[in-house]
């Protein structure tokens, strides 16, 4: 599965971005990672099949992950951006059931090549 990111750039101190994600086929769990300069990478929300969703709890609110499954499309609407949110953000998929896709720990198997996210403050 290729999956390609877009719609990352520069917004100031609580300005908004959507990211988009599209997979070269549909595949059932899907999620936004991201990771900042000197930091791990980190699962930070997840959609299921049955479009079920789950936020690392320190985001929740602010972010929103939705999917297109007409168009094998995935989006993760961020909103209220602060400085620290600024990093690499990377779109995530694996082909496991709804079941197993209800958790920021999820391994992903595939991976795009991410998309720079900068805040400035």
């Known amino acids: 599965v290729q999956l390609v990111e877009s719609g990352g750039g520069s917004v100031p101190r609580e300005g908004s971005l959507r990211l988009a994600c599209t997979a070269s086929?549909?595949?059932?769990?899907m999620g936004w990672a991201r990771q900042a300069p000197g930091k791990e990478r980190e699962v930070v929300a997840v959609?299921?099949?049955?479009?079920?969703?789950t936020y690392v709890y320190s985001l929740k609110g602010r972010f929103t992950v939705s999917r297109d499954d007409a168009r094998n499309s995935l989006y993760l609407q961020m909103n209220s951006l602060f400085p620290e949110d600024t990093a690499m953000y990377y779109c995530a998929a694996d082909d496991r059931a709804a079941l197993l896709c209800n958790s920021v720990n999820v391994a992903f198997d595939y991976w795009g090549q991410g998309t720079q996210v900068t805040v400035s403050s």
């Open positions: 959609i299921n099949s049955l479009g079920e969703t």
């Open positions: 086929r549909y595949i059932k769990c």
